[in-house]
């Protein structure tokens, strides 16, 4: 997995190029921590759980089912993340896959069960440029997770800065009027 921290470079990027008008910050708190939430299945490894088996590390938690149900969980919180149900939806459930996907770049582990539970198979892409990180903070805070450190950045935090920047100053005066924003008044004084 890359750190637990770099997951959240797919939802800020894409929360912040967007702007609060279309992503709101309890929107993007919301998607931050369901790109953080599937790595809660290393508690499986305390518990006896396989690392292979379908409930251990990058399994249920890393399927897309999993992102979807998480997205459909912040569609009926939508009032309260300041939302629309289909932004909720779809801001959650991308941040949420995104992690299995970021973890489908790296250079290590049993692969990511994406399609759970149609298939157990795990997967990674053929291309794995991001270096796998250790597991324990002892092991994070070592030559090894220097590497790691920038590793991510290359790989996940610059792309996902030019994402960003793309969003902020290419895509957002797009949106103005879209329906992620919602039409505005127009200002009577016109």
Same mark, same amino acid.
């Given at each position: 997995?890359?750190?637990?921290?770099?997951?959240?470079?797919?939802?800020?990027?894409?929360?912040?190029?967007?702007?609060?008008?279309?992503?709101?910050?309890?929107?993007?708190?919301?998607?931050?921590?369901?790109?953080?939430?599937?790595?809660?299945?290393?508690?499986?490894?305390?518990?006896?759980?396989?690392?292979?088996?379908?409930?251990?590390?990058?399994?249920?938690?890393?399927?897309?089912?999993?992102?979807?149900?998480?997205?459909?969980?912040?569609?009926?919180?939508?009032?309260?993340?300041?939302?629309?149900?289909?932004?909720?939806?779809?801001?959650?459930?991308?941040?949420?896959? $995104?992690?299995?996907?970021?973890?489908?770049?790296?250079?290590?582990?049993?692969?990511?069960?994406?399609?759970?539970?149609?298939?157990?198979?795990?997967?990674?892409?053929?291309?794995?440029?991001?270096?796998?990180?250790?597991?324990?903070?002892?092991?994070?805070? $070592?030559?090894?997770?220097?590497?790691?450190?920038?590793?991510?950045?290359?790989?996940?935090?610059?792309?996902?800065?030019?994402?960003?920047?793309?969003?902020?100053?290419?895509?957002?005066?797009?949106?103005?009027? $879209?329906?992620?924003?919602?039409?505005?008044?127009?200002?009577?004084?016109?």
């Amino acid at each position: 997995m890359p750190t637990i921290i770099t997951h959240a470079a797919i939802p800020l990027a894409i929360g912040l190029g967007l702007g609060s008008s279309v992503v709101s910050r309890r929107l993007l708190l919301a998607g931050v921590a369901a790109s953080m939430l599937p790595d809660a299945d290393v508690l499986g490894f305390h518990l006896g759980v396989p690392y292979g088996h379908a409930l251990g590390h990058r399994g249920v938690s890393h399927a897309l089912v999993s992102a979807v149900l998480m997205g459909l969980t912040a569609a009926l919180g939508a009032p309260w993340i300041k939302s629309t149900r289909l932004k909720a939806f779809l801001f959650v459930a991308i941040c949420m896959a $995104s992690h299995g996907v970021l973890d489908m770049l790296t250079d290590g582990g049993k692969g990511v069960a994406l399609f759970w539970p149609f298939s157990e198979q795990r997967h990674f892409f053929p291309w794995r440029p991001v270096a796998v990180s250790p597991l324990g903070l002892d092991r994070i805070l $070592s030559r090894r997770g220097l590497e790691v450190a920038l590793s991510e950045l290359r790989w996940v935090w610059l792309p996902a800065l030019t994402a960003c920047a793309t969003m902020y100053f290419g895509v957002r005066p797009l949106l103005r009027n $879209s329906f992620l924003i919602g039409v505005r008044p127009q200002d009577p004084g016109n």
